[in-house]
């Protein structure tokens, strides 16, 4: 695969500022999603109606891009998919290959689950803004403020268009793929655990692999060269199945976006570890090896 290539596949996922503002310019502009979001932080909608990117419509990860939590099915479901199609309908959506942006200001970490979840549900041209809202600033490009709504949309969701695996299919891929653990390393060793965790550590024969580490320090991800190089040392490639769990299987879907950007396909373990951990029968490691 050329250089050529691969710039041609990552555009197909990312989206510079720059490149974002030309085309808001144009007759087929994308449909723009604010998804700020942040686990016990303060909510997304004040910060999106104080500041957001022209045109953009709020989207609520927690009610508009999940299910009921539960111990079972963990902290961030999928929705059910007639339910996610009356949020995005309501939100305007009118066809599968409509062009869509989604953003945030956490360096992709909450857009990515947009991402996901609409590609999930049958988009076919989704993108994430990179380097997110810092990005947008930085290229001094203009902000608006207030709500902006659209009208009813019609769209007709399919679902199941990107792969996703519950637990034993995860403790399947742990054994004879790469399952990759994509929250901060002292989760992964057991250090540290959310509130709503039972157990801390990681599915035994999982690697850790951050997703903080795809990005620079400016928040853009990195050059496919560089994204190539760090997941083909831990052994990553298009030929061995793949897995990416989190927490709530949010941050594994920014995992699984950098990975489809150097065009290795991954699947989602979408109850991750907030599920696992109450599951009493699955075992768990702890420290620093898969275990």
Same mark, same amino acid.
């Given at each position: 695969?050329?250089?050529?290539?691969?710039?041609?596949?990552?555009?197909?996922?990312?989206?510079?500022?720059?490149?974002?503002?030309?085309?808001?310019?144009?007759?087929?502009?994308?449909?723009?999603?604010?998804?700020?979001?942040?686990?016990?932080?303060?909510?997304?909608?004040?910060?999106?109606?104080?500041?957001?990117?022209?045109?953009?419509?709020?989207?609520?990860?927690?009610?508009d891009?999940?299910?009921?939590?539960?111990?079972?099915? *963990?902290?961030?479901? #999928? &929705?059910?998919?007639?339910? !996610?199609?009356?949020?995005?309908?309501? @939100?305007?959506? %009118?066809? +599968?290959?409509?062009?869509?942006?989604?953003?945030?200001d956490?360096?992709?970490?909450?857009?990515?689950?947009?991402?996901?979840?609409?590609?999930?549900?049958?988009?076919?041209?989704?993108?994430?803004?990179?380097?997110?809202?810092?990005?947008?600033?930085?290229?001094?490009?203009?902000l608006?403020?207030?709500?902006?709504?659209?009208?009813?949309?019609?769209?007709?969701?399919?679902?199941?268009?990107?792969?996703?695996?519950?637990?034993?299919?995860?403790?399947?891929?742990?054994?004879?793929g790469?399952?990759?653990?994509?929250?901060?390393?002292?989760?992964?060793t057991?250090?540290?655990?959310?509130?709503?965790?039972?157990?801390?550590?990681?599915?035994? *024969?999982?690697?850790? #692999? &951050?997703?903080?580490?795809? !990005?620079?320090?400016?928040?853009?991800? @990195?050059?496919? %060269?560089? +994204?190539?190089?760090?997941f083909?040392v831990?052994?990553?490639?298009?030929?061995?199945?793949?897995?990416?769990?989190?927490?709530?299987?949010?941050?594994?879907?920014?995992?699984?976006?950098?990975?489809?950007?150097?065009?290795?396909?991954?699947?989602?373990?979408?109850?991750?570890?907030?599920?696992?951990?109450?599951?009493?029968?699955?075992?768990?490691?702890?420290?620093?090896?898969?275990?």
């Open positions: 695969m050329t250089d050529a290539d691969h710039l041609a596949l990552r555009t197909q996922h990312l989206v510079d500022a720059r490149a974002l503002a030309q085309e808001l310019d144009t007759a087929d502009a994308p449909t723009l999603f604010d998804v700020r979001f942040v686990l016990d932080g303060p909510a997304g909608r004040p910060a999106y109606l104080d500041a957001h990117l022209p045109g953009a419509r709020y989207v609520d990860l927690p009610t891009l999940a299910g009921e939590a539960s111990p079972g099915v *963990g902290r961030r479901p #999928l &929705p059910d998919l007639a339910a !996610l199609q009356t949020t995005l309908r309501r @939100l305007g959506l %009118r066809w +599968l290959s409509q062009p869509i942006v989604v953003y945030d956490r360096q992709g970490l909450s857009a990515a689950r947009a991402w996901w979840l609409l590609r999930w549900a049958g988009f076919t041209d989704v993108r994430l803004l990179d380097g997110g809202l810092r990005a947008w600033r930085d290229a001094g490009l203009p608006v403020g207030g709500d902006v709504t659209a009208a009813q949309g019609d769209v007709v969701l399919r679902g199941d268009a990107l792969q996703q695996i519950d637990a034993d299919a995860a403790a399947d891929i742990a054994r004879q790469v399952l990759i653990d994509a929250r901060g390393s002292t989760a992964y057991g250090e540290t655990k959310q509130a709503d965790e039972p157990r801390a550590g990681h599915i035994p *024969g999982a690697i850790s #692999l &951050p997703t903080a580490g795809n !990005l620079r320090a400016d928040g853009t991800f @990195l050059d496919a %060269r560089a +994204l190539r190089a760090r083909g831990a052994g990553v490639s298009a030929e061995r199945p793949i897995g990416v769990y989190c927490g709530g299987g949010v941050t594994a879907a920014h995992e699984i976006l950098a990975l489809a950007s150097i065009g290795i396909p991954a699947a989602l373990y979408v109850g991750s570890w907030s599920a696992w951990s109450h599951d009493q029968a699955r075992a768990i490691a702890t420290g620093d090896q898969p275990g």
